[in-house]
């Protein structure tokens, strides 16, 4: 069973590529939803918003619980956020909100991914990571800024690749958790 946080933001499309692998899925909106998942989804949308739900449901705690918990992690834009030094303090990273642009532009790009291969993503208002610690792996690269790490069990993109149609990171997730 695959999670997808869905306070806010674009987990109905994570939702339906999981489902397209294959995956059963599960909405998560309060701490007991966090129970017996295999892998979780931190999609994209709007991180103050999202911390706003996150404290209004009690939800810190136990998301920094479970990727402690070495299950598999995959996190996409404002998701990433939500994990860096500024938010939950999952991921050794800050992210520089926004940085390709303050304007709500767009971009899509295929980003090649270290071990992974090459994935098609949408860049919205997205982040870039600005400064990140020694166990932090840069994975990929959009304009010599990093947009894909992986620290450990968490894999983070600071694009949308739901929105490009693209499902190789999914794949990935769905195989990691078994
Ligand atoms: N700009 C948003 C934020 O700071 C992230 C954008 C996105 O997730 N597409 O939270």
Redesign the pocket.
């Known amino acids: 069973m695959v999670g997808v946080l869905a306070l806010q ?1 674009g987990f109905a499309a994570h939702a339906q590529i999981l489902r397209e692998l294959g995956a059963e899925v599960r909405e998560v909106r309060v701490p007991a939803d966090l129970e017996e998942l295999d892998a979780l989804v931190m999609p ?5 918003t999202m911390t706003l739900g996150v404290e209004r449901e009690g939800l810190g705690e136990p998301l920094r619980a479970f990727a402690a918990s070495g299950r598999p992690v995959l996190a996409t ?2 998701g990433m ?1 939500m994990l860096d030094r500024d938010h939950l303090g999952v991921l050794d990273l800050r992210c520089e ?2 940085a390709f642009g303050r304007q709500p532009r767009s971009f899509e790009a295929d980003v090649e991914i270290e071990g992974i291969g090459v994935v098609r993503g949408v860049f ?4 870039w990571v600005e400064e990140a610690g020694d166990g932090v792996e840069p994975l990929g690269h959009v304009d010599g800024h990093v947009v894909a790490v992986r620290q450990g069990n968490v894999l983070a993109v600071a694009f ?1 690749p739901e929105l490009a149609g693209e499902s190789g990171l999914h794949r990935e997730l769905v195989a990691a958790a078994g």
């Open positions: 933001g994209g949308g709007e991180s103050t834009c404002a956020i909100r926004n919205i208002r997205a982040p949308h």
